[in-house]
T-cell receptor
Framework: NAGVTQTPKFQVLKTGQSMTLQCAQD?????MSWYRQDPGMGLRLIHY???????DQGEVPNGYNVSRSTTEDFPLRLLSAAPSQTSVYFC??????????????FGSGTQLSVL | AQSVAQPEDQVNVAEGNPLTVKCTYS??????LFWYVQYPNRGLQFLLK??????LVKGSYGFEAEFNKSQTSFHLKKPSALVSDSALYFC?????????????FGKGTHLIIQP
């Protein structure tokens, strides 16, 4: 099992460029999410999906789009990159264990710089 | 609304001494509570969770956490710190009645274990 695979690991963009961060999981989890990590602000939820074809906004969705055409893939799109989107991005998938709660599995992260 | 506070940006502990990393939370209902750890230049890993039952929860690498409902706290503890415990620790909460909303993470606490 590869778990959660994120690509690329590093990316530099110019202001106004667009790009897609890829995320794939092979654990057949229904719930997937994207977080951004900024110094002193912890992890903030951008978007999440409870299953194929269903997405919803998290805490900081502006400037980002997501889609979920398959259970495995949950790409995050930056429509027009801004310096404020310089951050480390983590994709996660959630194992729901009923009465035992849940557990997130994170990808290794994408360090994005917008100049 | 749900929120998490980690009041310490950094905690310094001598190797072999007990450690505590503090976390308090706010939810409208009953909480699911989690600790995640991020080792340098790596992704996040699950440490432990509180769902229900015993207030003292044991997790990976000898860590444990105590759920205190009256103080709305979920402090992370370890009886004897190791240098390899040095990392960034995140507390997270989700309201059990909060539907599909994702976890809310704290800002993180840098734990530094000095040899």
């Amino acid at each position: 099992n590869a778990g959660v695979t994120q690509t690329p690991k590093f990316q530099v963009l110019k202001t106004g460029q667009s790009m897609t961060l890829q995320c794939a999981q092979d654990m057949n989890h229904e719930y997937m999410s994207w977080y951004r990590q900024d110094p002193g602000m912890g992890l903030r939820l951008i978007h999440y999906s409870v299953g194929a074809g269903i997405t919803d906004q998290g805490e900081v969705p502006n400037g980002y789009n997501v889609s979920r055409s398959t259970t495995e893939d949950f790409p995050l799109r930056l429509l027009s990159a801004a310096p404020s989107q310089t951050s480390v991005y983590f994709c996660a998938s959630t194992l729901h264990q009923g009465s035992k709660g849940e557990k997130l599995f994170f990808g290794s992260g994408t360090q994005l710089s917008v100049l | 609304a749900q929120s998490v506070a980690q009041p310490e940006d950094q905690v310094n502990v001598a190797e072999g001494n007990p450690l505590t990393v503090k976390c308090t939370y706010s939810v409208s209902g009953n909480p699911y509570l989690f600790w995640y750890v991020q080792y340098p230049n790596r992704g996040l890993q699950f440490l432990l969770k509180y769902i229900t039952g015993d207030n003292l929860v044991k997790g990976s690498y000898g860590f444990e956490a105590e759920f205190n409902k009256s103080q709305t706290s979920f402090h992370l503890k370890k009886p004897s710190a190791l240098v390899s415990d040095s990392a960034l620790y995140f507390c997270a909460v989700r309201d059990r009645g909060g539907g599909a909303d994702g976890l809310t993470f704290g800002k993180g606490t840098h734990l530094i274990i000095q040899p």
